[in-house]
């Protein structure tokens, strides 16, 4: 049975207001620069005209103002994330995906606790502490549901040769009832992550054919399920390439905003996958919408701008120089050393088990030290979700910049962590450099604290925090 339309989407002034944008002016621009530098957001119409900006002239001072939000808020810290594809089945019929069910190329597969804990073993060996765990919207007959919920015990307890575990799993599963999210909850999840795909309806309808996933209300309410159980940490995104990119912009602010005035916090970080290549999917390798990266740059841009608090992440789909073009824009998170065929980490890659194809395959310790070369500081922090810090308590320390005290003292901290237990190699000394130079830049009060934690993890302490 089809789930109750959703009304909080409105199509109609999603439309209305990408038309009556018309042509930005430099002055109009300005305005909405100096908006966004406030660090309030931005209206539906101020980006519904953003979206409209091409011409270089134009597009410069929107990309600085959004580097500088970005440098504001976060700093130039990186979180750090590795995915954790547990099983590739699915029932669901996504044209744009290798996972669909119809998909006889794909080598099938659902991991077994011991597989689970290999992978958990594997990631953790490459010095993450954070993983996003991934599935296909089908579980093993003989668990059901109960198999998400008993693989994040089972990566919860995996410990590698340091004795090191896993500090926050976030999930990304197809969207359960309230009474499954309230399983999910109290298995210990971080960020519940949850892409729309498109938010236009007549586009998701074209290229979601069969299965639960057909049900676009069904998905589109997932959030507030999620939210009504007593997750507050909710991540959304929209797959990019399948309807018109302004559309999708658009609709993520009226989510937000319906979330907002639903449970008084927004998402906490949004996603921008562009669809990749993928086994047995044509719609893949030729999207009906392809977005351009300098479409996708402005994408990025616009949403640091418009959301300032919310985090971004940019996954392993995109290529190492458009990573650090959007590092630059406004990405907070970014996922490294990863792969999308479940069993992946621990044996040879099977790209006829992944399912999209990765424009970044460098490991963990390569992104690393290229990043630092640009001046950003990895960080492998999970103390919010530990310490309670989500939800309303996080966007009542973000908002006034008090999360910045917070993030990074922990971002040093377990950096210096990384580089003691994991020596990644190369890295000692300009990790140690880079440490040093970050603390010098704090406030005092910051540079205590962080000094420390630092003291602390030199003395033989780990998984300090404030
Ligand atoms: N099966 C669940 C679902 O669909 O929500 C959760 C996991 S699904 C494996 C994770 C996400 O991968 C999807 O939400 C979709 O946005 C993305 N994805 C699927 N095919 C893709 C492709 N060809 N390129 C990039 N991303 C893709
Ligand atoms: Fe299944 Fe998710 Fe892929 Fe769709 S996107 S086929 S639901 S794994």
Redesign the pocket.
């Known amino acids: 049975m089809a789930s109750e339309k959703v009304e909080w989407l409105d199509e109609q002034s999603i439309y209305e207001a990408i038309s009556q944008a018309g042509t930005p002016e430099r002055e109009q621009i300005d305005d909405i620069i100096a908006r966004g530098l406030e660090l309030k957001g931005l209206s539906f119409e101020d980006v519904a005209l953003l979206c409209r900006v091409d011409s270089e002239e134009l597009l410069a001072p929107v990309f600085a103002a959004a580097k500088k939000v970005k440098e504001a808020i976060y700093g130039r810290r990186i979180v750090l994330f590795a995915p954790l594809y547990i099983s590739n089945l ?1 029932a ?1 019929e ?1 044209l ?4 669909r069910r119809s998909n006889t190329l794909l080598t099938r597969r659902a991991l077994q606790r011991e597989e689970i804990q290999a992978q958990t073993r594997a990631i953790l060996d490459q010095g993450h502490k954070r993983v996003l765990m ?4 089908s579980y093993p007959k003989e668990d059901g549901f109960s198999y998400v919920i008993k693989a994040i015990d089972a990566i919860y307890a995996a410990r590698n040769e340091h004795g090191d575990s896993i500090r926050r799993i976030n999930a ?3 969207p359960l009832t309230v009474e499954e999210f309230a399983e999910l909850k109290q298995a210990g999840i971080g960020t519940y992550q ?2 729309q ?1 498109s938010y236009h309806r007549e586009t998701y309808g074209k290229v979601h054919l069969s299965g639960r ?1 057909k049900d676009f209300d069904w998905r589109l309410g997932g959030m507030d399920r999620a939210m009504q159980a007593g997750i507050d940490d909710v991540g959304i ?1 929209a ?1 990019l390439g399948l309807a018109d990119w302004r559309f999708e912009i658009l609709a993520m602010m009226s989510h937000i905003r319906h979330l907002e005035k639903e449970f008084g916090v927004g998402c906490h970080t949004i996603s921008v ?6 086994v047995g ?1 044509d719609m ?1 390798s030729a999207p009906p919408q392809a977005v351009s990266d300098a479409d996708f740059k402005k994408i990025v841009a616009i949403l640091r701008l418009a959301v300032p608090y919310t985090g971004i992440i940019m996954s392993t ?1 995109e290529n190492a120089a458009m990573r650090y073009a959007t590092l630059e824009l406004g990405v907070s998170q970014i996922s490294a050393g990863s792969c999308t065929d479940p069993g992946g980490y621990t044996e040879s890659r099977n790209e006829a088990a992944a ?2 194809q990765l424009g970044d395959h460098r490991p963990l310790a390569e992104v690393i030290k290229d990043i630092g070369e640009r001046g950003f500081i990895p960080s492998f922090c999970t103390a919010c979700y530990r310490t309670g810090r989500t939800g309303h308590d996080f966007m009542d320390m973000a908002k006034p910049g008090a999360i910045k005290s917070k993030c990074g003292p922990n971002a040093l901290s377990t950096y210096l962590e990384y580089l003691l237990d994991y020596k990644p190699e190369g890295l000692a000394r300009p990790g140690r450099n880079a440490i040093q130079s970050e603390l010098i830049c704090m406030s005092a009060r910051d540079q205590k604290v962080a000094r420390s934690l630092l003291d602390k993890v030199e003395q033989g302490q780990r998984d300090v925090f404030c």
């Open positions: 699915c669901n996504c744009y995906c290798a996972f991934v599935a296909g919207e990304n599963v197809a949850l892409f795909e996933k995104g797959l996958p562009r669809i990749e290549p993928a999917s893949a789909r399912q999209f």
